[in-house]
């Protein structure tokens, strides 16, 4: 198998890129530089371009059988309207740019996997979201709704279409966790607000196995919740990082800090969903880390 990656340099794509090479696939790689990042492996092809502009990249689209898109700006930082024109022009214009190369009979391309967000949903309390739950109406759920559209215009070229919508990435170098076990380090961790919201979360080789799954599986199309089978309550992620780390998990970062930091994403910190992924397990997947205690026990054991 062919497969062409948008966002495969990043934290998630580069796992993923390995995770492919080593079923033997043969692996396209679009990157803003032809300058090989640290930790992308030899084997892969690497083209330069820019995903949010139309370029000489799309014309290596056609000849690929799966297209794997993970291409957008970090949500993780205090936005603004510049910066959130920027989370929502990263995800659609390269979607929509990468969609468009497809030819209207669909070419080589049989595949299509477009990353979306467990955001779309938005803010429900306790309520537990598989993929049939309604959408949300904040800022993230109208632009993870906007995301699939653009992916899902693929059906129409006679492409099968697997929206990703992804919980919390945990993964060693890099990533969220990086950010959450930083004060439990310094022996100040805790909960954040009320400790209540839910967290959706899925270990990153579950991830790529994932991925790999529903590739293998062409009977599942459509929207697939990418999170472990027991999303936490923050609170109790608070003591599983401690209790891993063996650092006090007691110390709470009110609600009032976390917004006044950073600003409107605050209060997405503060909320959370609870989601879980009927889809994975209604075809059979398996999770390696379905608990939070066996995914920072893998993760953080050893530092």
Same mark, same amino acid.
């Given at each position: 198998?062919?497969?062409?990656?948008?966002?495969?340099?990043?934290?998630v794509?580069t796992k993923?890129?390995?995770?492919?090479?080593?079923?033997g696939?043969?692996?396209?790689?679009?990157?803003?530089?032809?300058?090989?990042?640290? $930790?992308?492996?030899?084997?892969?092809?690497?083209?330069?371009g820019?995903?949010?502009?139309?370029?000489?990249w799309?014309?290596?689209?056609?000849?690929?059988?799966?297209?794997?898109n993970?291409?957008?700006?970090s949500?993780?930082?205090r936005?603004?309207d510049?910066?959130?024109?920027?989370?929502r022009?990263?995800?659609i214009l390269?979607?929509?740019?990468?969609?468009?190369?497809?030819?209207?009979?669909?070419?080589?391309?049989?595949?299509?996997?477009?990353t979306?967000a467990?955001?779309?949903?938005?803010f429900?309390?306790?309520?537990?979201?598989?993929?049939? =739950?309604?959408?949300?109406?904040?800022?993230?759920?109208t632009?993870?709704?906007?995301?699939?559209a653009?992916?899902?215009?693929?059906?129409?070229?006679?492409?099968?279409?697997?929206?990703a919508?992804?919980?919390v990435?945990?993964?060693?170098?890099?990533? =969220?966790l990086?950010?959450?076990?930083?004060?439990f380090?310094?022996f100040?961790?805790?909960?954040?607000?009320?400790?209540k919201?839910?967290?959706?979360?899925?270990?990153?080789?579950?991830?790529?196995? =994932?991925a790999?799954?529903?590739?293998?599986?062409?009977?599942?199309?459509?929207?697939?919740?990418?999170?472990?089978?027991?999303?936490?309550?923050n609170a109790?992620?608070?003591?599983?990082?401690?209790?891993?780390l063996?650092?006090?998990?007691f110390?709470?970062?009110?609600?009032?800090v976390i917004?006044?930091?950073? $600003?409107?994403?605050?209060s997405v910190i503060?909320?959370?969903?609870r989601?879980v992924?009927?889809?994975?397990?209604?075809?059979?997947?398996?999770?390696n880390?379905?608990?939070?205690?066996?995914?920072?026990?893998n993760?953080?054991?050893?530092?």
């Open positions: 198998m062919k497969a062409f990656i948008t966002g495969g340099t990043g934290f794509g993923l890129t390995r995770a492919l090479l080593d079923k696939h043969e692996v396209t790689v679009l990157s803003r530089s032809e300058k090989r990042r640290p $930790g992308l492996p030899a084997q892969i092809r690497l083209i330069a820019d995903p949010t502009e139309h370029g000489l799309q014309q290596e689209v056609p000849e690929h059988d799966v297209l794997i993970l291409a957008g700006e949500i993780f930082s936005w603004n510049e910066y959130k024109k920027r989370l022009d990263s995800r390269t979607t929509r740019n990468l969609v468009e190369a497809i030819p209207s009979d669909g070419g080589a391309v049989k595949h299509l996997l477009s979306s467990v955001g779309y949903y938005g429900t309390g306790d309520e537990e979201l598989g993929e049939d =739950a309604d959408p949300g109406t904040d800022f993230l759920a632009l993870a709704q906007d995301w699939e653009e992916a899902l215009k693929a059906a129409g070229k006679g492409i099968r279409v697997v929206v919508r992804f919980g990435v945990l993964g060693k170098d890099g990533g =969220a990086e950010q959450m076990v930083r004060p380090r310094l100040a961790g805790g909960p954040i607000g009320s400790g919201q839910w967290f959706s979360w899925i270990h990153v080789e579950d991830l790529c196995r =994932a790999l799954f529903v590739i293998e599986h062409p009977e599942i199309s459509g929207p697939v919740n990418f999170c472990a089978p027991n999303p936490v309550r109790d992620l608070a003591d599983a990082i401690g209790n891993t063996h650092r006090p998990s110390i709470p970062a009110p609600g009032f917004k006044l930091v950073m $600003g409107e994403f605050g503060l909320k959370g969903q989601v992924p009927k889809m994975l397990k209604k075809h059979g997947f398996h999770f880390y379905g608990r939070i205690e066996d995914a920072l026990n993760l953080l054991s050893d530092t």
